[in-house]
Structures are given as structure tokens and as C-alpha cells.
């Protein structure tokens, strides 16, 4: 059998594992072995599955591939964050950053290959979207994340958040297929407390989030609260209006009873007068909320301007007033491109739109 006709082990189920070495005459434990090495260590080879027999790994390499990613390109930020072109097996690229703080290290993931939104403000969106990414092409990138965490910082990956390229609820089962290898006991064991999947709001796969119980945190780049406004900075949204992704966020905090993040950045002569933070406050009334004041990586010619500092301050004290918690983020590796939004793979060249 040539290469051409092995498949993905990864697409197979434990359940397909051991079925798989009964029919060609083994136990089925090993299938369990396997699946172990495949997603609780990250194996890429067979040839690194010592428990198996030089025959059974044989048995593999003839039927199966591991399509795996492989880290293109490394770039360390002066903040100590990295950025890494990751290299699909069809060759195409996305960006994955691990971002450290004094007490945690953070894995932000892509979900796809460029991105099905359109947001006016933000870099992925200017390239074409490729594809979706499979469960072990985001599972990959947190392995990843995970030992230069442990090289690097010498402790291990504490964070993930979905908020590399790409929107992770237009790729809706396999992020969740991810989310569960990385959490479950099968997997990394990592909690789904931990993971948060950030989305630009997109109302009814919010819903299915929330009935899915995989107990993960979301987070929503609101921006605006004001339907016009948003509709003219985030265009999808005169299709998933303001009014849908409220009761979808109402409908989340009802079946998880877990607090909803919203992120927020302030732009001059777009959400900084006073109405737009009436309409935000407002907005934050309908279920308990925390907000992320991010600051605005510039990723063109000065259309979008971060407000000044006493703009921010004024949705601040707004929203502290108001019992909201709420905390101002300075962006981290924008010296490599590697803040919000500024993820296009500008250091590779490869797959633009
Ligand atoms: N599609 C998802 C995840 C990717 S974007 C989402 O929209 O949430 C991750 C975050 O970066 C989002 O909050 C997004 O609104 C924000 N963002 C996009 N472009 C940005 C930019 N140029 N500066 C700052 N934040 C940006």
C-alpha cells in the first residue's frame, strides 16, 4: 500500500483501534496502547510507540499515516511571548502564540485556515479562508505550545484560548472534538475550566455550545452593542443581530451558569461617545458578565484608531459603577505580530487571500 492510500489514524476511535488489530488477528488492548500514545503523548511516529512490538508497529505504518503539524517558523517576542508558523500536512500555514504572565502560560489556537468572518479591523480576516482545521490539527498546536512552555519556562501550558485565526464556531465539531481530547481523561487531562472559546458571536452555535456541557468558558468580541455600529465594523452581524446573540448569551449563562467575557476595544469616533457605552452597559444586564478592555493593534492605514486613554477610562468607571468587573489588556508580542488580530501569516508569505 503506498502512501497515497494510508489514512489519518487520528480520525479513528478507540472503539476502531481495537477493532482494528482483532481483524488482523491481535488483541485488542493494543488499540487501546495506541490511542494512549496518540493522544495523551502526542506521539508522531510509530516508531516512538515502544510498548508495541516492531511487528505490530509494522501492521501500522502499512494501513496508517500520523498527518501531523510541524512548527515552520519560531519568532520570540522582547516580552518573552512566541509565535509559531505552524505547517499543516497539505502545507499550509496558521499561526499558534503561547503567551506568559508571571503565574500562567496561555496556548492561543487557530481554528481555521484564515477565517469565514469578516471583521473590518482585523488581519485574519483579509485572508481567504483555506479550511477548517481537523481535532489534531488544534490538538497538535496545544502539544506544541505545551513543551515550549516546559522548555522554555520550566513549568507546563496552564491556558488555551481560541482567539488565533479563524472562528472557532464556523468550525464548530471539530473544535469541540479538540476540546474534548484535550480535556478528558483520554487525552491531556487539561481542565475544560482552563480552555476558553472565544467567538465573534454567532448566536445559534452559542446555543449548541451551551447544550454540549463541556464546561469551558466562552468569551465574545462584542465591540459594540450599537446594531449599526457593528454591523459596519463586523458586517456578518446584520445577519446574527444584537438581539439573537443576547438571548443566545442569556441562553449560555442559563444551561452553564458560567460568567460570559466580553472583549472590547475602543476605537475613536466609532464606540467612544457616551451612547455606546450606555448600549454596552445595557447590553451587560442581561446575564453576569466580566469585560476585556484590549487595546488595538493598528493592521492598516489608521481607518480604525485606538481611543485615547480617557475613553477607556470612561467605559472603566461606567462599568466598575455598574458591578461589572473589568480589566484594560495591554497586547502582548506586537513586535512579532503576534497580538489580537494580527495574526496573517505575514513571516511565512503563505496562503494569502
Ligand atoms: N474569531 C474569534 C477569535 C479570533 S480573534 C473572535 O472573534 O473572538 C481574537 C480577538 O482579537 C477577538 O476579540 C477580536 O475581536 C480581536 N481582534 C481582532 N483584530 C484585532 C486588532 N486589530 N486589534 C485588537 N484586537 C483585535
Not at 481554528?111 to 490539527?137: H, I, W, Y
Not at 482552563?194 to 466562552?218: F, Y
Not at 454591523?231 to 446574527?240: D, L, R, V
Not at 467612544?272 to 448600549?279: G, S
Request: glycine share 6%; net charge neutral; with cysteine.
Amino acid at each position: 500500500m503506498d502512501t497515497a492510500e494510508k489514512s489519518d489514524i487520528r480520525k479513528l476511535s478507540r472503539e476502531a483501534l481495537r477493532t482494528f488489530f482483532t481483524e488482523n488477528g491481535e488483541q485488542a488492548f493494543r488499540g487501546n496502547q495506541v490511542y494512549e500514545w496518540l493522544w495523551q503523548k502526542g506521539a508522531h511516529s510509530f516508531e516512538a510507540m515502544t510498548n508495541l512490538s516492531l511487528a505490530h508497529r509494522e501492521l501500522l505504518n502499512t494501513h496508517f499515516t500520523i498527518n501531523h503539524i510541524a512548527v515552520d517558523q519560531m519568532q520570540r517576542s522582547t516580552d518573552g511571548t512566541i509565535k509559531n508558523a505552524v505547517r499543516l500536512h497539505d502545507g499550509l500555514i496558521v499561526e499558534s502564540v503561547l503567551i506568559p504572565t508571571e503565574s500562567r502560560t496561555t496556548a492561543c489556537v487557530s481554528s481555521q485556515v484564515g477565517c469565514s468572518l469578516d471583521c473590518r479591523f482585523c488581519a485574519t480576516a483579509r485572508l481567504k479562508r483555506m479550511r477548517n482545521l481537523n481535532p489534531d490539527e488544534i490538538f497538535d498546536q496545544v502539544v506544541v505550545i505545551d513543551r515550549q512552555s516546559r522548555l522554555y519556562f520550566g513549568r507546563p501550558l496552564s491556558n488555551i484560548v481560541f482567539m488565533g485565526m479563524g472562528e472557532p464556531l464556523m468550525n464548530y465539531p471539530n473544535v469541540v472534538k479538540a476540546i474534548r481530547m484535550i480535556s478528558s481523561e483520554e487525552g491531556l487531562g487539561m481542565s475544560p475550566k482552563r480552555i476558553t472559546v472565544s467567538t465573534s458571536g454567532v448566536p445559534k452555535m452559542i446555543r449548541k455550545l451551551a447544550d454540549e456541557a463541556l464546561r469551558c468558558n466562552l468569551a465574545v468580541s462584542l465591540h459594540s452593542a450599537v446594531e449599526e455600529t457593528r454591523t459596519e465594523i463586523m458586517p456578518f452581524n446584520a445577519k446574527m443581530p444584537l438581539q439573537d446573540l443576547k438571548e443566545s448569551i442569556v441562553y449560555w449563562y442559563d444551561k452553564t451558569r458560567s460568567r460570559i467575557t466580553y472583549e472590547y476595544v475602543v476605537w475613536e469616533g466609532i464606540n467612544d461617545a457616551p451612547a455606546d457605552i450606555r448600549a454596552f452597559l445595557d447590553f451587560c444586564k442581561a446575564a453576569p458578565c466580566k469585560v476585556n478592555l484590549i487595546e488595538y493593534n493598528p493592521i492598516d492605514d489608521g481607518e480604525f484608531r485606538q481611543a485615547p486613554e480617557q475613553a477607556v477610562q470612561a467605559y472603566v468607571r461606567a462599568l466598575e459603577a455598574a458591578g461589572i468587573t473589568v480589566t484594560v489588556r495591554r497586547s502582548r508580542g506586537k513586535d512579532i505580530d503576534a497580538a489580537c488580530g494580527q495574526l496573517a501569516n505575514k513571516g511565512s508569505g503563505d496562503n494569502r487571500a
